[in-house]
Every structure is written in C-alpha cells, then in structure tokens.
C-alpha cells in the first residue's frame, strides 16, 4: 500500500518471493515436492477444521452435516497421503487438477446460458474459457508429465510476480 514512506518488510518480502520462485525454477522436483507438502498441511488443517465445524453447527444448530464431515474426511485422507505417501501424492495432485478442469468448464458451460444477461460477447467468452478449461483437463489426463511441468512453472510466476509486486509496493 502507497504510503509514500518507504516499507522495508515489502522489499524483505518481494526478494523473498523473488528467491522462492527462483528455486522452484532451479530445482522443480523439489518445488514439486513442497507444493505437495504444503497442500497436504492444507489439507489437513481444513479437514480439522470442518470437523470441528460440523461438531459447531450440528450443537449450536442442530443441522445435518453429512457432507461436510465427508469431505472432512477426504480431506484429512488426502493430507496424510500427501505428506506420507510422495509415491501416490504426485499423480494424485496431477490428476486432481485435472478433473477439476474438466469439473470447473461443465459447471461453467451449464450455467452459460445465464451470462447471456451480461451481454452476448461476455457469453461466449465464458463458453471459449470452459470449452478450453474442460480441454486442458482431457490434456492433463493423458499428459501428467505435461500437468507436472505446468504446475511447477506456475508456482514460480506466481512467486516471480509476487516478487516484483512486493518490491514495486515497497518503493
């Protein structure tokens, strides 16, 4: 945030993620590997959570929260597995992006007929985008070392982007 003083911990913070896309770009196996670990420590701090969420609701509220505690579950058996088990973790990750693609385009091609409202050419962009999203995700199925590469490099232009914004920020 622009506070015309200079801000020392967003330049700490910028060459920081500057360096951190740098080593996943050196060394990607090893990026890959973190990414793993930290989305199995995701996953296991959220499935905790909705446990302990499903327990609030269901006392305070006395609601039903059979799908929360099933992906609670999920959750938790995907964060042991990502942190326990690398062998199976890897593919597993390539393929859950890639089902998410295919997911996220036909969920977003069976609502498309309701960005029509928001203008013909803003429809047919959401079409282009979930067509190519549900593309990508076929691609990915057949092509892991592709969904590997890719999930590797976008890692590192995140962090390389974060950077930069942290050092532009600072200034």
Do not use: C
């Not at 909705?50 to 992906?71: A, D, E, M, P, V």
């Amino acid at each position: 945030m622009r506070t015309g003083r200079f801000d020392f911990l967003s330049l700490i913070i910028g060459i920081f993620s500057l360096y951190v896309g740098y080593l996943i770009m050196s060394h990607p196996l090893t990026g890959l590997l973190s990414i793993v670990v930290i989305i199995g420590i995701f996953a296991l701090l959220r499935g905790i959570y909705q446990l302990w969420l499903s327990y609030q609701l269901h006392k305070r509220l006395n609601k039903r929260t059979g799908w929360l505690i099933f992906s609670a579950i999920v959750d938790l058996i995907l964060g042991f597995v990502f942190l326990f088990n690398l062998r199976v973790a890897v593919p597993t990750l390539i393929y859950i992006f890639a089902f998410w693609f295919i997911i996220d385009g036909i969920a977003e091609l069976s609502i498309a007929p309701l960005y029509h409202l928001a203008g013909k050419s803003y429809h047919w962009l959401v079409i282009i985008l979930a067509v190519l999203s549900i593309i990508a995700g076929i691609i990915l199925l057949f092509e892991p070392m592709m969904a590997t590469v890719l999930i590797v490099v976008f890692a590192a232009v995140y962090f390389f982007m974060a950077g930069i914004l942290e050092i532009i920020e600072a200034f």
